[in-house]
């Protein structure tokens, strides 16, 4: 009886302890932001009004060298895989390619975030853009997901479904099925309600376990729209130009100390105009756009305030923790070449504000929200694959941190694994997986002595190694590489290869030995292949 008794405590202890283990594991929200630039935060610089994202900031870790992979698919494909681009098939843009760094889709040697956390006993959510994986096959809840909503393609209106390249169909679905807009249809409001919706059920059907929700807002990624009383707070304040806006935003963020007293604003791209060579129409027109678009980032904040308060009142908000970041630096891209239907170039020319509009701010409005880097998305210069991100968590997250080590998308899995107590497989449905690459977020924030690690970039022959203080960058085609000491001269204006061809020598080799283990493929032979198909 006494041996019986002694069984029976250590079953209970053993329920306990794994009792406890499961309801101190947290929920995990992941908003992942659509061509957003460093600077599009007002706790990273701009006027644009975020005060929950900030609050975060404020109450939570804010990590000012936090990098992705410059470029919307291969940046989704590393965020939820843990490993690089080109490991999970999604190396540049293309659908379909028969290379299998090049493929287009995600992989089956790779275990998405959402089948991790599943296998751990998570409720997994997504809604938003998926953008990896366009066939049914590949779809959310084929990776894991148990219910999602949104766009599987890469861009659309924000007010209706509106295909905008010739013979093109976009797919918005719930879950497995295509569905279609209602009226009243606003995509960022539209993500978030599911969502919540989402989380709701999961509260009523699994109260006992924690999930995991991804949203991947489509904002601010073009065409620009936004709603009108969103926009009208914005109108007016763009009108002292470009250059103007950019030196105040440079200027918080020196207040702001996100770098080094040394730093100094990037130069102006050569091919931008002086503001004051405008016409009073066209700076009329700037400041539309850049209303509209911070209208969007606005939108984008109210929407993550609208699921706080959501999870406050259910009770969730103190185990719950938030992830924010983008996908890439500012775009510089126009709506006016002729991958774009005829209707589409013709709405490039509605005002920014009309709801049929199909515009983007282009270079002069990406300059801006990328202060003060140099380049856009699709480099890997600063511009391209630098982005704030803000991490926030009553009871998991440090309060008030700030963190300048480098750190990548491949360090979110790793993070998610530890924070949930789940197994990270070396088999899943039958497949040999890859290794994570990365280091959790928690090691980089507590372990100030660890080792320097490199992190390695491609994309489309753009490339580039960050290794503590040191970057070098090659741009395609020129393919000349330049070193920058990016802890004093974060905007890369200065080249400093002839005084340190060790390092270049040491970066290099790193560089080609990643090149060749993740699949890399040299970007003037993929690109004979390519022809003169863009994507977003």
Same mark, same amino acid.
């Given at each position: ?18 009792? &406890? ?77 028969? /290379?299998?760094?090049?493929?287009? /889709? ?83 409001? &539209? ?199 803000? &991490? ?36 899943? &449905? ?104 863009? /994507?977003?």
């Amino acid at each position: 009886m006494k041996i019986l008794s002694i069984h029976l405590l250590c079953f209970l202890t053993l329920i306990q302890v794994a009792f &406890a283990q499961k309801i101190d594991r947290p929920n995990v929200v992941l908003i992942l932001a659509d061509d957003m630039g460093y600077s599009d935060l007002g706790c990273f610089g701009s006027e644009i009004q975020t005060p929950y994202l900030d609050s975060m900031a404020q109450g939570g870790v804010k990590m000012t060298n936090f990098y992705n992979a410059s470029r919307c698919c291969p940046s989704r494909a590393s965020l939820l895989t843990g490993v690089y681009p080109h490991q999970a098939g999604i190396g540049d843009m293309m659908n379909t390619r028969p /290379y299998p760094a090049y493929q287009g /889709y995600l992989n089956r040697e790779t275990v998405t975030l959402a089948e991790v956390l599943r296998n751990a006993g998570y409720g997994t959510y997504m809604t938003g853009k998926w953008h990896v994986g366009q066939a049914k096959e590949n779809w959310p809840l084929q990776r894991g997901f148990d219910r999602f909503y949104g766009l599987i393609d890469g861009a659309n209106s924000y007010f209706e479904n509106r295909p905008y390249r010739p013979n093109q169909k976009l797919t918005i679905a719930l879950d497995n099925k295509e569905i279609a807009t209602p009226q009243n249809y606003y995509s960022t409001d &539209a993500y978030t309600d599911y969502a919540i919706s989402f989380i709701d059920q999961h509260v009523q059907e699994k109260a006992s376990d924690p999930f995991f929700l991804y949203i991947a807002y489509q904002a601010p990624h073009w065409p620009l729209h936004a709603k009108p009383e969103d926009i009208a707070r914005y109108q007016g304040k763009y009108m002292d130009g470009w250059e103007t806006v950019r030196q105040r935003r440079f200027e918080k963020q020196q207040a702001l100390s996100l770098f080094p007293p040394s730093t100094t604003l990037s130069p102006l791209d050569t091919a931008m105009r002086d503001w004051e060579s405008l016409s009073w129409a066209e700076k009329v027109q700037w400041d539309e756009r850049m209303a509209v678009y911070a209208a969007m980032v606005d939108a984008i904040d109210q929407n993550v305030g609208k699921l706080m308060e959501h999870l406050r009142k259910n009770g969730q908000l103190e185990n719950t923790i938030f992830l924010f970041l983008s996908d890439n630096g500012a775009s510089n891209e126009t709506i006016t070449n002729q991958g774009f239907t005829e209707e589409i170039r013709a709405a490039n020319f509605f005002p920014a504000s009309h709801p049929k509009s199909f515009t983007a701010y282009g270079k002069e409005g990406a300059v801006v929200s990328n202060t003060p880097f140099r380049k856009f998305k699709h480099w890997e210069f600063e511009g391209g694959n630098a982005t704030a991100f803000v &991490a926030y968590g009553p009871k998991y997250i440090p309060e008030g941190l700030q963190i300048n080590r480098p750190a990548h998308l491949i360090d979110i899995m790793p993070a998610l694994v530890e924070w949930a107590n789940a197994a990270y497989p070396q088999q899943f &449905a039958g497949h040999t997986i890859q290794p994570m690459e990365g280091k959790a977020l928690q090691t980089l924030w507590n372990n100030t002595t660890e080792e320097e690690r490199a992190i390695c970039f491609e994309h489309e022959g753009n490339k580039a190694v960050r290794k503590g203080k040191w970057k070098l960058v090659a741009e395609y085609p020129e393919d000349v590489w330049y070193l920058y000491d990016v802890e004093s001269d974060r905007a890369e204006n200065t080249d400093v290869k002839e005084q340190y061809p060790g390092v270049v020598k040491e970066l290099i080799d790193v560089y080609d030995a990643w090149s060749k283990r993740v699949g890399v493929i040299p970007y003037q032979e993929l690109d004979k292949k390519r022809g003169n198909a863009r /994507y977003q």
